[in-house]
């Protein structure tokens, strides 16, 4: 088979995940009463070639996520070079040198979760003379909670307990604006709770920074949990570009 048939089954195949992930979000909107209007849907394209993010891009798609900025940085630079317009969102653990490079492409950063982070951000986004929107990443595990009550220092998210001091340093540093908050459910509990819970944290933001009004919940094996839980932007890889090799996460 040549590659452009190959390109157009791929593009065939990925209109068609398209359209079963688009059908769930509706269905998900209907059953909690929201516009189907109310969710983003955001490609995670990590593992995937910079041809997927075309194919759905020509598709209608524009917000795009990645969770490694190794991977990212030239999937983006790519992509600009395709001529393709999209707003990127980086979803994964950031470790503060890394800033500067996630600075350059990322409109969004889903992940925001410590003050370095937040100044680092901060620092490189008036540097590049942009601004990012930022979210702060919730940690839902009340276990780890509790440990790091106890002196275990926790991993990847603010614990509810920080979240508004943490949206205070984002709202006042240049560069940035708060945007909401994100978070992936715990593993072993079912995710409509932790996702409720996440929706308090949102409240308590939103109620401080009217202008904070993203809630970034829900992959795709709970999005439409997170859905019913008032999720605003919607994460999703694998119902969308099918599955990855196993230890990627
Ligand atoms: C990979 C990833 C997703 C998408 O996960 P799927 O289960 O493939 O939809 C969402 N959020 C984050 C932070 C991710 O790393």
Not at 47 to 66: I, Q, R, Y
Not at 104 to 122: E, F, K
Not at 193 to 210: D, G, I, K, N
Request: proline share 4%.
């Amino acid at each position: 088979m040549t590659s452009q048939a190959q390109e157009s089954q791929r593009r065939e195949q990925l209109a068609r995940q398209l359209e079963g992930v688009r059908a769930r979000i509706a269905d998900a909107c209907a059953a909690a009463g929201r516009r189907g209007d109310e969710v983003t849907l955001i490609a995670i394209t990590k593992t995937f070639p910079a041809s997927d993010v075309a194919h759905l891009a020509a598709l209608g798609l524009g917000d795009f996520g990645e969770n490694r900025d190794q991977e990212a940085a030239p999937k983006a630079a790519q992509c600009a070079a395709l001529g393709l317009s999209l707003r990127w969102h980086f979803v994964g653990q950031l470790q503060a040198n890394k800033a500067g490079s996630v600075a350059r492409y990322a409109q969004v950063v889903h992940s925001v979760d410590r003050s370095r982070l937040v100044r680092a951000l901060g620092s490189h986004a008036v540097t590049a003379g942009r601004q990012i929107t930022c979210l702060i990443q919730v940690n839902l595990d009340e276990e780890a909670a509790a440990a790091a009550a106890a002196g275990d220092s926790g991993r990847g998210g603010a614990f509810p307990a920080d979240v508004l001091a943490l949206a205070a340093e984002i709202a006042a540093q240049d560069g940035l604006a708060l945007g909401g908050v994100m978070a992936v459910a715990p593993l072993g509990e079912p995710p409509r709770p932790a996702f409720a819970r996440l929706r308090q944290v949102a409240e308590l933001v939103r109620s401080a920074y009217p202008g904070a009004t993203m809630i970034s919940a829900g992959m795709s094996g709970d999005m439409d949990d997170a859905i019913a839980e008032g999720a605003t932007h919607v994460r999703v890889g694998t119902a969308l570009l099918g599955g990855r090799p196993p230890f990627v996460r």
